[in-house]
């Protein structure tokens, strides 16, 4: 079996790999990604990449076929991949994001790709409403990121048939350990918080509701959407990917991170502006169809495997928003050092 994993290099990415690794030993393991988070590495003695058989450098919107030839699924990760990002990038986030999503899968599909997974976000569904949200509920995209997955999903829609399956993962928002540990993410944001300062300050009064999944959990996802058969579910799915137990408030997050660490203060703020981001998913769906992949670690794994990871390394940054553990500070620097254009083509 061999599969092509874009975006390898990313927060997810290396989880993916290694999972795959694990569950197909002898599988033939292609990576892709531009490397614009390459140097961003928990463990600078330990690259990921290593777990492949192949990496190779390249920008999706300059993918060739050759790299499709004999690949039976790919996993589409590569994206410019967070709200403060695709704001910062616009056009250029819709044209990796969606047109690109949909070139890639066309290339795959060509060269006789038979698994096509899409990593797509709970965030196409944005604001609120009282009930959790379902595929089939209506989208309302809030940022240039949301809109480039809504426009992205709707696109590979007209590519599936019998011979390519497409499977589009809404997974929930990632959190959890990883060889290249993201800090823009809320419950990452926490115990990074925690650990540099003894505090985590909510910039809400607390009640926002967050669906989580570890980023473990999305790997299992993958696997199981990357052999998918058409079968009754068809051979175009769009499926949320978390778990229900997984939609968490944001001052329960914050509250898991004191059982692990209690010396910490939380500090809410009752009279902070009402955020829009508030949402439930209903994960019933993957649920059903997805039995023997279901999430797997709890919100105190995800915490204290966030704890111990960032100990290794003697963590203590109290200023990390400002550093490159946020995707954004990443690219921007690139950017002033003159390695990245304003496109976000290396130069
Ligand atoms: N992190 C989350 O909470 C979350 C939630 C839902 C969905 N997703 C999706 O999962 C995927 C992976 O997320 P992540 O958190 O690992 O993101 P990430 O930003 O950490 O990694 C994305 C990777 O894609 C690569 N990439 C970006 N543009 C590229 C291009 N033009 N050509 C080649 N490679 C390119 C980057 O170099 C990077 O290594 C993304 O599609 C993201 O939208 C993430």
């Given at each position: 079996m061999k599969i092509v994993i874009t975006g390898n290099m990313g927060y997810i990415g290396p989880v993916v790999v290694n999972h795959f690794r694990k569950v197909y030993p002898n599988a033939n393991l292609v990576g892709y990604d531009s490397g614009f988070f390459a140097g961003c590495l928990l463990d600078h003695l330990d690259y990921p990449e290593n777990q492949l058989d192949e990496q190779v450098f390249g920008d999706v919107r300059e993918i060739s076929n050759d790299l499709f030839e004999g690949v039976d699924a790919v996993v589409h990760l590569a994206a410019i991949s967070n709200d403060p990002m695709g704001h910062a990038f616009e056009e250029v986030t819709d044209k990796i994001n969606h047109l690109c999503s949909y070139e890639v899968a066309v290339r795959a599909k060509d060269a006789g790709v038979k698994n096509f997974v899409f990593a797509s976000s709970c965030s196409v569904y944005g604001a609120g409403g009282r009930n959790a949200k379902g595929e089939n509920d209506e989208l309302q995209p809030l940022t240039s990121y949301a809109r480039s997955k809504v426009s992205a999903e709707e696109a590979l829609r007209s590519l599936a048939n019998d011979g390519f399956t497409v499977t589009c993962l809404r997974f929930a928002t990632a959190c959890g350990i990883s060889p290249?540990?993201?800090?823009?993410l809320v419950l990452n944001d926490f115990v990074a918080n925690a650990l540099s300062t003894k505090k985590i300050e909510i910039l809400?009064?607390?009640t926002p509701l967050r669906p989580l999944i570890d980023v473990k959990d999305m790997a299992r996802a993958i696997e199981w959407a990357s052999l998918?058969?058409?079968?009754?579910?068809?051979?175009f799915l769009i499926v949320n990917a978390?778990?229900?137990?997984?939609?968490?408030r944001v001052k329960e997050l914050a509250e898991a991170v004191r059982k692990e660490l209690p010396e910490i203060e939380v500090a809410i703020s009752?009279?902070?502006?009402?955020?829009?981001?508030s949402y439930k998913v209903d994960f019933s769906l993957f649920e059903k169809l997805a039995p023997n992949h279901q999430?797997?670690?709890k919100l105190r794994d995800s915490v204290s495997g966030l704890i111990s990871g960032l100990r290794e390394t003697g963590f203590s940054n109290a200023h990390f928003r400002s550093s490159s553990y946020v995707r954004l500070n990443a690219l921007r620097k690139l950017q002033s050092k003159g390695k990245l254009n304003s496109e976000l083509y290396w130069q």
């Open positions: 290249r540990l993201r800090l823009d809400s009064d607390g998918r058969k058409a079968g009754n579910e068809g051979n978390g778990s229900n137990e997984g939609n968490y009752p009279q902070a502006a009402p955020d829009k981001r999430p797997q670690n």
